[in-house]
């Protein structure tokens, strides 16, 4: 996810409960403490805001690839 | 949090040689070997299994920190180690930076007596949230001894 949102030209934050992190940072992402089943917001901003969205998007519905 | 007991002196190091990611990890799994950590049987499968992870995405987590983690079949609880290297690694980190500071994480496959999955979460969230301190980073680094890095990892526990 980190690395996806790097590609582009946006920031992100990503928020659990209220807290919300730079989602361009695996290490305050991890603070987040999300386990599987944890509902996220994502918010994004900049240029390439809405194709950033679009991609995240695609891969949580893909399931990161790892539903295999 | 007391995450800081789970780690072992003798599998710690505040000065990997290795400069290549490759013999960085070899040198860490040595040291959980050599600390009884990870049984001498084990050494091979669970350096595979770093490496094998490191092929899957870099655990270069930026700042100059990685946190090399895998489940390992056969482990009946959780083996950290804190490895510091003299000199920069590159580690195809997400921000491009070297890497001088290693959290390693072996757990089990499921569920132990001694292993609870969601610890896990907390664990790694503990992790990172010393990862991203820049004072535990400079503190970490300038650590003469493996005494010191490790009381610097229950002092900042605290915080």
């Known amino acids: ?6 590609e582009y030209d946006a920031e992100l934050r990503i928020s659990k409960g209220g807290h919300s992190v730079n989602g361009r940072s695996i290490l305050e992402l991890m603070t987040l403490s999300a386990s599987l089943g944890t509902e996220l917001e994502l918010s994004a901003s900049g ?22 | ?21 490759e013999d960085v990890l070899e040198e860490v799994v040595d040291l959980l070997v050599k600390g009884g950590d990870v049984d001498a049987s084990m050494r091979d ?20 920190v990685a946190i090399p983690h895998v489940k390992i079949k056969g ?4 083996v950290c180690s804190l490895c510091v290297t003299k ?18 994480v072996l757990r089990p496959e499921r569920a132990t007596d001694e292993h609870d999955p969601e610890e896990h979460i907390k ?7 010393l990862g991203r301190e820049a004072d535990f980073r400079r503190f970490v680094r300038s650590a003469k001894t493996k005494a010191e890095m490790l009381s610097l990892l229950k002092e900042m526990s605290a915080v």
């Open chain 1, 1 to 6: 996810m980190v690395s996806l949102a790097r």
């Open chain 1, 47 to 68: 240029d390439d805001a809405g194709a950033l969205i679009a991609a995240l998007s695609e891969m949580i519905s893909a399931g990161f690839a790892e539903n295999d």
């Open chain 2, 1 to 21: 949090m007391t995450f800081w007991k789970e780690f072992k002196s003798k599998s710690c190091s505040s000065r990997i040689k290795a400069s290549v990611k």
């Open chain 2, 45 to 64: 499968e669970v350096l595979n299994a770093l490496l094998a992870r490191e092929q899957l995405a870099s655990t270069g987590a930026g700042m100059n």
């Open chain 2, 75 to 78: 482990l009946e609880k959780v």
């Open chain 2, 87 to 104: 000199e920069d690694v590159d580690w195809n980190a997400v921000d491009g930076n070297p890497v001088h500071i290693l959290f390693t």
């Open chain 2, 123 to 129: 664990r790694m969230s503990w992790i990172a949230r």
